[in-house]
C-alpha cells in the first residue's frame, strides 16, 4: 500500500470555482510535506513545502493545510482558471532516511 | 536558466536494445536524482546521487546502471531495454537531499 493517498483521482470543476484536494499520509516519522503542480508534458513543480509546525501555507491562489497529528493534508485552489489543469502531487519525507514517497496524484481538469 | 536539461525528450526502442538517458543542472546543486512516473502510480525513486561521486539505489534500480559524471550530468543506462521499462523519466536536482527538488521535463520512453 503506497504510504501516500490522494483523493479524488480525478475532479472535474467549472473555472472560477474552489476546489479541495486531499492528501494522507503513513510516512513517518515525518519530515516535510510538498505539494506539486504537474502541467502535462511537463515535470513537476513545487508550489509549497510545509514542515511539521506549519498549519497552513499560501502562494497566490493555492492554499496548503497540513494536520500532522491526523496525517492529513489539503491544497485548495481559490478562483480557477484554465492554467490550473494539470495534475497535483502530494510529497512526503521521512526524517529518519533521505526517502520522499510521492503520491499518484490528482488530475483537475477547469471547463470554461 | 535551464534548470534541469533531459535529452532526449521522445525515444522508441526495441527489446533488447540499449540506450542512455541524459541528464544535467545548471543550478550548482549536489544530488541528483532519476525518476519514472507509471500510469496511476507516484513517481518511484530509481537511483540517486546524493553528491559528486556517489550514487545509491533507490526504490525500482533492477534493470539500470548510473553515472555521476560531474556535479552537472548525471545519466541513466538501459542495458537491455525490456517493455516494462517504458515510461516517463524524470531526473531532478536539489541543493541536498530532503530539500526542494527540481524536476526536468521528462523522456518518454517507449520499449518494443
Known amino acids: 500500500k503506497n504510504q501516500v493517498e490522494q483523493s479524488p483521482q480525478s475532479l472535474i470543476i467549472l473555472e472560477g470555482k474552489n476546489c479541495t484536494l486531499q492528501c494522507n499520509y503513513t510516512v513517518s516519522p515525518f519530515s516535510n510535506l510538498r505539494w506539486y503542480k504537474q502541467d502535462t508534458g511537463r515535470g513537476p513543480v513545487s508550489l509549497t513545502i510545509m514542515t511539521f509546525s506549519e498549519n497552513t501555507k499560501s502562494n497566490g491562489r493555492y492554499t496548503a493545510t497540513l494536520d500532522a497529528d491526523t496525517k492529513q493534508s489539503s491544497l485548495h485552489i481559490t478562483a480557477s482558471q484554465l492554467s490550473d489543469s494539470a495534475s497535483y502531487i502530494c510529497?512526503?519525507?521521512?526524517?529518519?532516511?533521505?526517502?520522499?514517497?510521492f503520491g499518484a496524484g490528482t488530475r483537475l481538469t477547469v471547463k470554461p | 536558466n535551464a534548470g534541469v536539461t533531459q535529452t532526449p525528450k521522445f525515444q522508441v526502442l526495441k527489446t533488447g536494445q540499449s540506450m542512455t538517458l541524459q541528464c544535467a543542472q545548471d543550478m550548482n546543486h549536489n544530488s541528483m536524482y532519476w525518476y519514472r512516473q507509471d500510469p496511476g502510480m507516484g513517481l518511484r525513486l530509481i537511483y540517486y546521487?546524493?553528491?559528486?561521486?556517489?550514487?545509491d539505489k533507490g526504490e525500482v534500480p533492477n534493470g539500470y546502471n548510473v553515472s555521476r559524471l560531474n556535479k552537472r550530468e548525471f545519466s541513466l543506462r538501459l542495458e537491455s531495454a525490456a517493455p516494462s521499462q517504458t515510461s516517463v523519466y524524470f531526473c531532478?536536482?536539489?541543493?541536498?537531499?530532503?530539500?526542494?527538488?527540481?524536476f526536468g521535463d521528462g523522456t518518454r520512453l517507449s520499449i518494443l
Open positions: 546521487s546524493a553528491s559528486e561521486g556517489t550514487t
Open positions: 531532478a536536482s536539489s541543493p541536498y537531499r530532503q530539500v526542494l527538488v527540481h
Open positions: 510529497v512526503v519525507s521521512a526524517h529518519n532516511n533521505n526517502d520522499m514517497r
